[in-house]
């Protein structure tokens, strides 16, 4: 068994590429991309068209002032009793809100059509003022007296005459109704007026002749004859009334006092009873001095002092029986007191029960008196109220006119009103945009994919170091694989064993965007023709290997050689940028200061010390290798055939090929005269 199948037995390596799950994940993104951009389409181009083909309309405004005189002259006519000027805000808003309900109304609107057929412009086949009202709107200016006209339509000259004829139209038939209105107003004032003078007239006699028949000499209640001669007697009544309480109340305390045998009459109430206690006082008093003088003895001897003692008993004796005759002298003539004020009462109980029929009969008729005066004084005021707003409506008729001013008169429109073509596209586009991701997510839900296989377990090489040792048999050394380069021990070689794992997937270099290119050619210096090669798709052992006869004088062409022959073009920058030629066609093309060609090391070298220079990121691992593959990607990109790669590239390795064919675009693939062989980073250096 050969070296290469005891190598292949051994690391039993299983190195194809599982290719399915790219390819679908390829189909299931073109049948996305499908789903989308059909439905997108299919709900974009009609917004688009619905959009772009709406007419555009415009929209002409005018301002007006309407300035309220007064109240409206029926509002005054139908309310009498409302202020006659009729100033207040809820007037001029009542008003102001009226007019403009006129000016949108059937009959200006058909003086507003004619003018539009005279001046020609007129308005479609139809009904005309309908049109108009559907075109033109007023609207109040909120806390003003302006009102607002506004028209839109897709005639701009048209909405300007309208406008401007509406105005002229309205401010006409607002003089002509407000003059007809006031007079007939002013008329129906006058007439009210005498209509209830004559009924205040006819009222006044009336009431002056209900009073005379019912004898009621005076419109107070009780300046009347029946009245004060009731109110008399009932005062006379209670006099009476208290008078015999006053009397019964004296008749019982006298009985009382004579069945007590002790009590007297007062001194006030009878004279001679007060004459004899006043005599027996003086009598005591005269004894009384005399004590004080004389011994008792004395007293009891002297004459004068015994009479004075006999005429005080005889006064007290005298007392006594006066006591008893007053009290039975008092008791009649209380008695006869308490019957004439009983009689008294009696009396006026009488009188005044004959006089209550009269009163009730003069209360009705007071009553309706008062009834007709009350009638009267709302007929006087309702009639002073008619002859006053008569008399301001004469006098104040100018004033009371509505003010019409036009503040801003209607032109010509200039851009559109609406609609918003660019807003509405935008919100198509994005409806179009959206619809078309929910369409996707849709038909991606009833198309779930199996679960992809797990991918194929890396496995490490390791290669026994008997393999590399010199001398073991099992080495074929380098007769034994012809090509093959020695190689250290514990790795493969280059060729031979290692040629079992070319189908294996290998990772591509990295690639540099155009951007980053450029910065490496600009920063490059002297390097910058190999960056250029480099970038062109050569290898690294092509580069090293150029001679001076492979690149003419004018630098149109470059010849390559080795096992990958192929004639380059050259863009016109590059061939400033080559080395100064030595004449000597067999001198390397790309030398060092001593005239040595350059090696591999050397060009890499160069190639990180320009990405360095550039600021690259990840500087370090630009390879003459990235840049190659920059190159080819570049042309695979495009769409490049394969089988021309090699007339500009040479020719990739297998596993190169199959990371390639990743990069190219789906569909047929085209020519080298289809595409732009050199990329934006070299046609202008």
Known sequence: MNPLSRLRSYLELDVTPDLDGEAATRRSNRRRLRVFLLVFALVLIPGLLWNFLRPAEYMATARVQITPGGALPQQQAAQPGAPAEGSGSGWAETELLTQVQKLTSRPLLEKVAETLRIQGHPLPDGDAPVQLQEMIRAVPVNGTEVVELQAVGTRPEQLAVALNSLVEASRGEMKTSYDAAATETLAQARREAERLGREVRERRAQLEAFRGQNELLSPEREENDAVARLKGLSASLNTATEKAAVADARLRALRETAASGKGSLALKDDPALAGLVQQGMQLRDQIREMERVYTPAFMEMDPRARSLRARLAETERLIEAQRVNGLQTAQVAAQEELSQARKTVEQLQAQIAAQKAGLQKFSSRFTQAKSLEEDLAQLERASRQAMERAARLEASERSREPVYTLLESAHVPRAPFRPDYLLDGTIVFGVAFGLGLLAMWFVELFHRQAPARAPAATTTVIVPPQWGAPGHPANPGPAALPGAAPFAPGMLPASGPAAMLAAAPQPLPRELGQDEAAALLAAA?????????????????????????????????????????????????LAACRPAPTGAPDAPLLRDASGAALSAADVESMLTCAALDAGLAGAAGISAEALRHTGIAWLVRQGLRFSELAGLVGRPSAEALAGYADLAPDGPKRGLAEIEPLMPALRHG
């Open 525 to 573: 210096g002297e390097a910058r023709f190999a960056v250029a090669l480099l970038l062109l798709g050569l290898t690294t052992e092509e580069l090293v290997a150029l001679r001076e006869a492979d690149l003419p004088a004018d630098g149109a062409r470059l010849q390559v050689g080795g096992p990958a022959r192929r004639v380059l073009a050259l863009p016109a920058w």
